[in-house]
């Protein structure tokens, strides 16, 4: 059974930090990239960031929305199935449902996602 299992979510001051993880099973996770995503109440869901397949040439390699570069480290740990969304200083902007997904388009499999709420 294909299962993409969001977790580390929670509430935290402007400025702190949280790592998401995404654990995967059913499935060789290192055979595809990974993204994140986000919705906010009321807005669209958006892509924040995606890794490279793990067997990819470009092993590694990721992208970041303008919004969260400098702030969000994505990674990967294929022996653990398991890709990490590093958040640090954190924003009231960046509250929102934040989901991972196989494939940076989000065509792929979905967790069904970890709440982030950054508030004072």
């Known amino acids: 059974q294909v299962q993409l299992v969001e977790s580390g979510g929670g509430s935290v001051q402007p400025g702190g930090s949280l790592r998401l993880s995404c654990a995967a099973s059913?499935?060789?996770?290192?055979?595809?990239?990974v993204g994140w995503f986000r919705q906010a109440p009321g807005k669209e869901r958006e892509g924040v960031s995606c890794?490279?397949?793990?067997?990819?040439?470009?092993?590694?390699?990721?992208w970041y929305a303008e919004s969260v570069k400098g702030r969000f480290t994505i990674s990967r740990d294929d022996a653990k199935s398991t890709v990490y969304l590093q958040m640090n200083s954190l924003k009231p902007e960046d509250t929102a449902i934040y989901y991972c997904?196989?494939?940076?388009?989000?065509?792929?499999?979905w967790g069904k996602g970890t709440q982030v709420t950054v508030s004072s």
């Open positions: 059913g499935f060789r996770l290192d055979f595809y990239a």
């Open positions: 997904a196989t494939e940076c388009s989000g065509l792929g499999w």
């Open positions: 890794i490279s397949s793990g067997i990819s040439s470009n092993d590694g390699s990721a």
